[in-house]
């Protein structure tokens, strides 16, 4: 998926849902999305990183916001990928904790939002996304 000017959304199905049953708050297991990217050449921009966002107009983007990607790179001839992490735990949790989300968490919405950076030529692909859950607890 082409990271373009306009926002980008990306939606993960989970395989193994995640279950937010009355315990989970005071448990210490964390989720963690991995999205890779690659591109080639020298980009500039800065995407901004939300989770389920409800759609672009929200007033409150915060309250989804997971983080930011930015691109500082070398220029490069061979495409380069890059792995960003985004801890989404808090987000998710106040989301279930707003009735915004269900308990049993099936899929995921991820958008990318360009908020500066020159329009260069490169491109920027979205290679994969996946969620990783960490137990503390072991």
């Keep these: 998926m082409k990271l373009t000017t306009e926002p980008t959304i990306f939606t993960l199905l989970l395989s193994t849902p995640i ?22 050449g020298r980009p500039t921009e800065t995407y901004s990183v939300y989770i389920n966002l409800p759609n672009i107009t929200t007033a409150n983007k915060a309250a989804y916001y997971a983080g930011v990607m930015s691109f500082f ?12 992490l985004f801890d989404i735990t808090d987000k998710l949790i106040e989301q279930v904790k707003n009735h915004e989300q269900p308990l049993k968490i099936s899929k995921l919405t991820l958008t990318f939002v360009k908020e500066n950076g020159f329009s260069s030529q490169e491109d920027i692909v979205v290679e994969g996304v996946s969620l990783h859950k960490y137990d503390h607890n072991s």
């Design 19 to 40: 279950d937010f049953n009355p315990t989970f708050i005071s448990t210490k297991i964390s989720y963690v999305l991995d999205v890779q990217v690659s591109f080639q």
């Design 73 to 84: 790179e070398l220029p490069s001839k061979e495409r380069v990928t890059k792995t960003l």
